[in-house]
Structures are given as structure tokens and as C-alpha cells.
């Protein structure tokens, strides 16, 4: 999918099927990268924006997956459209502790890259 999204307008021959894998619900990976890919290939972020916001919104909680971090750098893609993603993260940046998936060194690494992903969000839809 991320190939698909990489071309662009002409991949928009498969725009169904993308609208209907970003649908899904069993796989965030494979929804995450299907929305991104739809937008990319047919600027539709009133089917994008949606799936990639119910896969960060726990993020707001503090609770933190590996593919939130890639739908909210997609989210920041889509500029003004992903208004209400920014909307449901504004708090994030002030939250006193670390978000992360790992108990590791990746905790730390995780966090920052998941608060800076956040205030690029932040700056450009907020």
C-alpha cells in the first residue's frame, strides 16, 4: 500500500478497494496504510481522516502503538483536514509521562518521537 501511495493519482484505479481496507477494523496496520494510501491517490480525507483519528485516539490516553506514530505523520500530511486529530491530541504534549510500547530504551526514544510527531501535527492543523 505504501507503493500505491507513492503513485499518487495513478494509483487511483484502486480507490475502492483501498476505502475498503482503510475500513477494516481487524488490522490497524493495514487500515492506517489504506487510508494513507486513498489520500495520497485521491485526496479523500473525508474517508482518510477518520480511520487514521480512531487509530490514535487512545494516544490522548497516554496508551501508545507502534502505528500511531506512523498515522499521526500521515495525519500532518493532510494539513487543515486533520483538524479534529490535532483537536483530540492537543493535550498530549503536556502529559507527565512517558508514552511508550516498550519498558526498554526504545520507552524514551518512542516518547520523543511520538510528542514531536504530535507538535508537527499541532502546527499544521491545529
Do not use: C, K
Not at 52 to 65: C, E, I, M, P, S
Request: hydrophobic share 50%.
Amino acid at each position: 500500500m505504501r507503493r500505491l501511495a507513492d503513485l499518487g493519482p495513478h494509483a487511483a484505479g484502486y480507490a475502492d478497494r483501498l476505502r475498503t481496507m482503510a475500513a477494516a477494523t481487524e488490522d490497524s496496520w493495514v487500515s492506517v496504510e489504506a487510508a494513507h494510501a486513498l489520500w495520497a491517490a485521491t485526496g479523500d480525507t473525508e474517508a482518510a481522516v477518520p480511520t487514521l483519528l480512531t487509530a490514535v485516539q487512545r494516544l490522548a490516553d497516554g496508551v501508545f502503538y507502534p502505528v500511531m506514530l506512523t498515522a499521526v505523520r500521515y495525519l500532518t500530511r493532510m494539513g487543515s483536514a486533520a483538524r479534529p486529530a490535532a483537536r483530540a491530541l492537543r493535550d498530549l504534549p503536556s502529559l507527565d509521562r512517558r508514552v511508550h510500547s516498550s519498558g526498554n530504551w526504545r520507552a524514551f526514544t518512542q516518547d520523543e518521537a511520538i510528542r514531536a510527531a504530535v507538535g508537527e501535527l499541532l502546527a499544521t492543523a491545529g
